[in-house]
């Protein structure tokens, strides 16, 4: 069975830094693209990257572009978030998603219906 946990997520202060983990199992790497959505109190739930394991390309959402990285080691089975220069706005349950490889694009990264398989969410709060 696929399996996606997530883990990283804390209280942090504003301007501050956190790396999120997504270890992952039950399937072929290389076929897939691990994504990172966000869902912040009373909102939807946001696409803010994703990497394929195929190609190794990565998208951003605008809104984290030039602050989070996504990264993966393919021998650990483990895709990761590093998030800077945080801010009150980047408040909200994360979640790591899994998609075919092909999903992993500037048009479809944000389509929560391309993502066959989700973690349980780590919670990051940022604080002022």
């Known amino acids: 069975d696929v399996q996606l946990v997530e883990s990283g997520g804390n209280l942090v202060q504003a301007g501050g830094s956190l790396r999120l983990s997504c270890a992952a199992s039950?399937?072929?790497?290389?076929?897939?693209?691990i994504g990172w959505f966000r869902q912040a109190p009373g909102k939807d739930r946001e696409g803010i990257s994703c990497i394929s394991n195929f190609d190794a390309g990565t998208y951003y959402a605008d809104s984290v572009k030039g602050r989070f990285t996504i990264s993966s080691d393919n021998a650990k089975n483990t895709g990761y978030l590093e998030m800077k220069y945080l801010d009150i706005e980047d408040t909200g349950i994360y979640y790591c998603?899994?998609?075919?490889?092909?999903?992993?694009?500037?048009?479809?990264?944000?389509?929560?219906?391309?993502?066959?398989?989700w973690g349980q969410g780590t919670p990051v709060t940022v604080s002022s």
């Open positions: 039950g399937f072929t790497w290389g076929d897939y693209a």
């Open positions: 998603a899994l998609a075919p490889h092909y999903f992993c694009s500037a048009f479809a990264m944000g389509r929560s219906n391309r993502y066959i398989a």
